[in-house]
């Protein structure tokens, strides 16, 4: 078996061909990310800083993928934080996304967090819906100095 296979689906992304599989998906929550090979450096430059990521896959195609990291703060003690969580727009509402998060919670709790975060825009309103269903709570505002504007 494939070592970087997880679970009936799921696969830690590792290598180069397989982040640029994920381009396709990633633009679709990630707009910004207009150039695939800016894409895969950032990719991996996050890899080095401890980023993880996983793909949902069927007959081959990516249907979800979840970035995610592992941290400690003071403020929330160990936590698993998700950075990206995507479905494939052709295939939303299948499930798929339901699937990763639920992995990732089990990671998160595999790995001892005390809790998992995430951030989501708020237009994301079947996202939200996805989140409390899984038990997450809307806790704070996060606020955010653009430099780049």
Known sequence: MDQTRTDIGIEKIT?????QSCYSVMR???????????FIEQVERQFAQGY??????EDGK????????????????????????ITDSET???GHGGKLLKWVIEQ????????????????RHDAHRLYLNHGFKIVAH?????FNE
């Open 15 to 19: 290598t180069l061909k397989q982040i």
């Open 62 to 85: 990516i249907k979800a993928l979840v970035g995610f990291r592992f941290m400690e703060l003071l403020a929330w003690g160990k936590v698993l934080y998700i950075d990206d969580l």
């Open 28 to 38: 679709q929550l990630r707009p910004h990310l207009t150039d695939e090979q800016a």
């Open 92 to 94: 939303r509402k299948s």
């Open 108 to 123: 998160a709790k595999t790995e001892n967090c005390d809790q998992v975060h995430l951030d989501s825009g708020p237009q």
């Open 142 to 146: 996060h606020f955010s100095l653009n």
């Open 52 to 57: 993880k990521l996983v793909s949902y896959q």
